[in-house]
């Protein structure tokens, strides 16, 4: 057994290829009903169910076809909707080269309301022919216990059983209804992407809603693409004590009893499966434990071996900074320094989203 095999049988993770009721998954029919008891799975135990849709209005706030020399053309815009338990709305920008069609597009759910001028390079995005549509994700609801704010108070817990994190989904899903309405987005190359715990948002949403044709989740880590198995980084009693409103409260059993979980963050990366997955790991973002960030997306390559593609097409060894597995439909990579996502990051997505 080489290394990859060595370290995953350490781990005891479950497999994921079996129904709930113990029958084997066999092929592509049984795998989109399993897909769907993983989903649910994920949403009763961890980060609850994405609130359904509701039609909503948009209002274009500012037009512009003015910056960057006239390349970009640039939209602020608010989403608004009700339900019967009250009115939400929400702030988001676009970005799109202008006078292109079937541009492929990020819908990116940003970390500070600012984004576009760090975490998101859009004149370089733009050049490599791309468009964003992006939100801020604390607008939504606030990052924080309060679930009376933003669209939560439209979309209450206690109806939905839902955490902030399948709150921020439910928004990015909506931006996704917008994007169909683009007759200039190309539709098949629609990606999520985000950071942490917006990574682990980006995997939740695209995982749910099968329009996305990508998910770039950058080093999502605890609840996210890594293994949650002896980790050596964030664990479930560390990340559900400072933030159990991203979860639903059955999340806590789970708290030094990774063991007794009948998943782990690979039934996550599967559950997108056939579609494309590309994660993204920082050798010194310890605490999102980069190599149970490598390992998982090999634990999670059986579900598109099972349908015939490729998972992760990588060497058998601990990844190093540098490395980079974009052959398969999971793709990975690893690279210097911390915890951000920067240019080097959107280039890889953008590489992956290319050769695909
Ligand atoms: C940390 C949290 C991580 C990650 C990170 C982030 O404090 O423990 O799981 O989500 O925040 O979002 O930057």
């Known amino acids: 057994m080489g290394y990859i095999q060595e370290e995953l049988a350490k781990r005891n993770i479950p497999d994921f290829l079996v129904f709930n009721d113990g029958t084997p998954v066999t092929d592509k029919a049984d795998w989109e009903k399993r897909r769907k008891e993983i989903i649910d799975l994920l949403a009763n135990e961890m980060y609850g169910h994405i609130p359904p849709a509701f039609p909503f209005t948009?209002?274009?706030?500012?037009?512009?076809?003015?910056?960057?020399?006239?390349?970009?053309?640039?939209?602020?815009?608010?989403?608004?909707?009700?339900?019967?338990?009250?009115?939400g709305e929400?702030?988001?920008?676009?970005?799109?080269?202008?006078?292109?069609?079937?541009?492929?597009?990020?819908?990116?759910?940003?970390?500070?309301?600012?984004?576009?001028?760090?975490?998101?390079?859009?004149?370089?995005?733009?050049?490599?022919?791309?468009?964003?549509?992006?939100?801020?994700?604390a607008e939504i609801s606030s990052d924080d216990g309060d679930f009376t704010n933003g669209i939560a108070s439209a979309l209450p817990r206690e109806v939905y059983n839902c955490g902030k994190i399948s709150l921020w989904s439910w928004a990015a899903t909506r931006l996704m209804d917008y994007a169909q309405t683009l007759d200039f987005v190309d539709k098949t190359k629609i990606a999520m992407i985000g950071h942490s715990r917006l990574?682990?948002?980006?995997?939740?949403?695209?995982?749910?809603?099968?329009?996305?044709?990508?998910?770039?989740a950058n080093?999502?880590?605890?609840?996210?693409?890594?293994?949650?198995?002896?980790?050596?980084?964030?664990?479930?009693?560390?990340?559900?004590?400072?933030?159990?409103?991203?979860?639903?409260?059955?999340?806590?059993?789970?708290?030094?009893?990774?063991?007794?979980?009948?998943?782990d963050q690979h039934f996550l990366l599967a559950s997108i499966a056939p579609r494309k997955v590309c994660t993204?790991?920082?050798?010194?973002?310890?605490?999102?434990?980069?190599?149970?960030?490598?390992?998982s997306c090999n634990a999670a390559s059986p579900a598109y071996e099972l349908l015939g593609l490729k998972g992760i097409v990588c060497d058998d060894r601990p990844t190093v900074p540098g490395d980079t597995y974009h052959e398969g439909?999971?793709?990975?990579?690893?690279?210097?320094?911390?915890?951000?996502?920067s240019l080097y990051d959107w280039n890889k997505y953008m590489d992956f989203i290319d050769k695909n």
């Open 199 to 216: 990574g682990k948002t980006t995997l939740w949403t695209v995982a749910n809603d099968t329009r996305f044709s990508f998910a770039c």
């Open 329 to 341: 439909n999971i793709g990975h990579h690893l690279r210097h320094h911390g915890h951000t996502l």
């Open 90 to 137: 929400f702030t988001f920008h676009t970005f799109f080269p202008h006078g292109k069609t079937n541009v492929p597009t990020f819908i990116f759910m940003a970390f500070k309301p600012n984004e576009p001028w760090n975490y998101c390079p859009v004149e370089s995005i733009i050049d490599r022919g791309y468009g964003v549509i992006m939100a801020y994700h």
């Open 280 to 295: 993204a790991a920082a050798v010194l973002d310890a605490w999102a434990d980069p190599q149970a960030q490598f390992l």
């Open 58 to 87: 948009i209002e274009e706030k500012v037009f512009s076809d003015k910056h960057l020399g006239r390349k970009l053309d640039y939209s602020q815009n608010i989403l608004k909707f009700d339900t019967p338990y009250g009115h």
């Open 219 to 263: 080093c999502s880590g605890c609840s996210g693409d890594a293994l949650a198995r002896d980790t050596v980084g964030e664990t479930v009693e560390k990340i559900y004590n400072r933030f159990p409103y991203w979860f639903v409260p059955a999340y806590e059993k789970y708290k030094n009893n990774e063991s007794s979980m009948p998943f």
